[in-house]
């Protein structure tokens, strides 16, 4: 990583409150070149809080693009942080016209030249397009990463129209901790406490909303940008990771944007900016390649961007499994149009007599974490003791080429129930000489929702029917020697909440049965692609204190013999504990738990909790919150409890507990 200490201009920042038109007033930090000149201005817009959670993250890319010539400008979202009013939904209509808003103030400001860009990774990738979406005027171009087009089908609630149960209750659980966290006095003022206690009246677990939306119905629809590609004017970079849930964004939007004002770039990465230089790399200079971006839309600057490749993309060489690669080995391709005339779609056909498969429930505690960030314990390890809780089908790698792929690949599977629900989870995995198996990528599929994801239609019980159903994109080259396995499974926990009855499992027919790869084409050009190496503004120097005892690791699975039940604890990795520059001690710990037993659906639990502190000394200032979240589950439906504990000093000023039951209509 290179520091950078010297930039075309000077800098300075300062924050400043943004008026909306209800009198709310969001937060903000604006890094401006020192110039008399007015300059475009960059935009993040999130709710995970300016003055301290990402401010080292910050610190690292908003002064960057200052020192190059452009107004940065970090946003906190209403209702959190600093910013007034209250927490809403994730990206709800208010959250997006305060966003507009917030784009037309800076291109008013005199030292804006009214020309506007917008970035973000995750939810401020999310909010970018949607804004994009609503087509303010000011708004010339976006840098959207890690972030998904779909929040129905390719978000952190459902995955193939099934209760995505590890990040529908983590994330709702995270948020409940975000949102109750209270504004800080050193940037808040005396009004601080009235402001924290108001906007802890309004706290709601999202997860009451987002179980209670189990298909695709206008509220997932809302925020969606694939609903209508067309309403999106400005240019967009779209970017992600191989190991990263929502890349497959990445691919319909090169597939459904203007190719004169999209390009898109897909790594090796994990859920991470390109150049953190975290877990897998290789890092890439990913600020200077947005600079080019916005030199380009923002500045009428004819670098060459537009002459790039539509889309970048990193094609993995074979590698053995492991839960953490400091980098992968591989190469990065070019693709002029996408899909590309170069991949070709090739089937594998199943071959054997039909095959009945029950997996066990605890199937999928070697799947890895959701949202992978870099740490140790995030990809999956090898996956033999998965294949043999599955179906697998193989088929060798010969002659002297490998067998080289990128896109999507896809399964029809030709299944027999006899329960009216279930689901099925097809698994890609590269199977070395020595039997040592690495996962590729994956796919799910609710089987009530084959007919698409706004319905929930039960299967007729005793009936074969071809289901057809696509896997995450990847960019992966398995070498001659080995073999190319699906897995194919009736069970998936903690990913995927299973539904009474789906212990029965199916029976699968290889006789309709097939897999397809994208094959890449060998002749394909590449014509060498190259990135500068990664680079950053001077870090905040944010001081992480040494303790005495041991840290949590980061996954383990328990498993009760005499009660067969088996358990993944979790710890997340957020933060812990940290001071700042300006006196701020923050200290954070998490924990989720995902249990089952083997032959029991309904004895599916996730529980998480969070303890959160915020401490100024100087100031006498000393606030926590504790939250407790849990779901549980029954033949009719899911019961969440939530409790949200918070503190300042000794006394407790706010305490709630909810207790719901949310049935289940399809998830």
Not at 122 to 148: D, H
Not at 246 to 273: F, K, N
Not at 494 to 521: F, K, Q, Y
Request: charge should be negative; hydrophobic fraction near 40%.
């Amino acid at each position: 990583m290179i520091i950078r200490t010297a930039f075309p201009y000077e800098t300075t920042h300062e924050d400043v409150r943004i008026p909306m038109a209800d009198g709310v007033e969001l937060y903000a930090r604006v890094w401006r070149p020192v110039t008399d000149e007015p300059v475009p201005a960059l935009l993040e817009y999130l709710p995970y809080r300016l003055t301290d959670w990402t401010a080292p993250r910050d610190w690292q890319r908003h002064p960057w693009y200052a020192g190059h010539g452009y107004a940065s400008v970090r946003v906190d979202v209403r209702g959190h942080g600093c910013s007034g009013g209250r927490p809403g939904d994730e990206y709800d209509a208010r959250e997006l016209a305060d966003g507009v808003a917030v784009v037309e103030w800076l291109a008013a400001q005199p030292w804006c030249t009214g020309a506007v860009g917008m970035f973000g990774i995750s939810w401020g990738g999310f909010n970018s397009l949607q804004i994009a979406a609503l087509a303010p005027e000011a708004l010339k171009a976006v840098v959207t990463v890690c972030s998904t087009d779909d929040r129905f089908d390719n978000d952190a609630h459902y995955m193939g129209g099934s209760v995505l149960a590890v990040d529908m209750h983590a994330w709702a659980a995270a948020m409940l901790a975000c949102a109750s966290r209270p504004p800080d006095p050193l940037f808040a003022g005396e009004g601080w406490r009235r402001q924290w206690l108001d906007r802890l009246e309004s706290v709601e677990p999202l997860i009451h909303t987002w179980l209670s939306h189990q298909t695709r119905d206008d509220y997932w629809r809302h925020g969606s940008v694939c609903e209508d590609y067309t309403a999106i004017g400005a240019a967009v970079l779209a970017v992600g990771g191989w190991h990263d849930p929502y890349r497959d964004t990445v691919l319909r939007l090169v597939e459904h944007l203007p190719s004169g004002r999209v390009r898109g770039l897909i790594g090796p990465w994990s859920h991470q900016y390109p150049d953190r230089g975290l877990p897998p790399g290789p890092a890439i200079g990913f600020l200077q390649e947005t600079l080019r971006w916005w030199d380009h839309w923002l500045r009428g600057t004819d670098n060459g961007v537009m002459d790039e490749p539509l889309l970048r993309a990193w094609i993995s060489d074979s590698h053995p499994p492991a839960t953490v690669y400091e980098e992968l080995p591989g190469r990065w391709v070019g693709e002029k149009a996408w899909p590309s005339a170069s991949v070709i779609p090739v089937p594998y056909v199943f071959q054997g007599a039909p095959v009945d498969v029950a997996s066990p429930q605890h199937t999928g505690m070697d799947a890895g974490r959701f949202f992978p960030f870099g740490n140790d314990a995030d990809l999956p390890p090898d996956q033999r003791e998965e294949d043999a809780k599955s179906a697998c089908f193989e088929f060798p790698v010969g002659g002297g080429e490998p067998v080289e792929i990128l896109g999507r690949p896809s399964v029809t599977l030709r299944l027999r129930l006899d329960v009216p629900y279930g689901q099925v989870v097809a698994r890609l995995c590269d199977v070395a000489p020595d039997g040592r198996s690495t996962l590729v990528t994956r796919g799910a599929l609710n089987l009530s929702a084959r007919q698409g994801r706004d319905r929930a239609v039960p299967w007729p019980v005793g009936s074969y029917e071809d289901v057809t159903f696509e896997l995450n994109g990847i960019g992966h080259a398995f070498p001659p020697g080995h073999r190319i396995r699906l897995a194919v499974s009736s069970a998936y926990w903690p990913w995927i909440w299973p539904r009474a009855g789906s212990e029965a499992g199916w029976t699968l027919d290889p006789a309709g049965s097939a897999l397809t790869l994208p094959v890449r084409a060998a002749s394909a050009v590449d014509g060498g692609i190259v990135f500068e190496p990664p680079e950053q503004a001077p870090p905040l120097g944010v001081a992480f204190p040494a303790t005495l005892d041991e840290p949590r690791p980061e996954r383990v699975v328990v498993r009760d013999v005499a009660r067969g039940t088996w358990r993944l604890e979790v710890d997340p990795r957020y933060g812990g504990t940290r001071v700042y520059p300006d006196g701020l001690e923050y200290g954070e710990d998490a924990e989720e738990v995902y249990e089952i037993q083997d032959a029991d659906a309904l004895s599916a639990r996730t529980f998480s909790r969070w303890r959160i502190r915020l401490h100024r000394p100087e100031l006498g200032w000393d606030a926590r919150v504790e939250t407790r979240s849990e779901i549980r589950c029954d033949e009719g439906g899911f019961l969440t409890s939530n409790e949200v504990v918070c503190r300042e000093g000794d006394e407790v000023v706010f305490h709630r507990t909810w207790e719901r039951r949310l049935p289940r209509a399809a998830g």
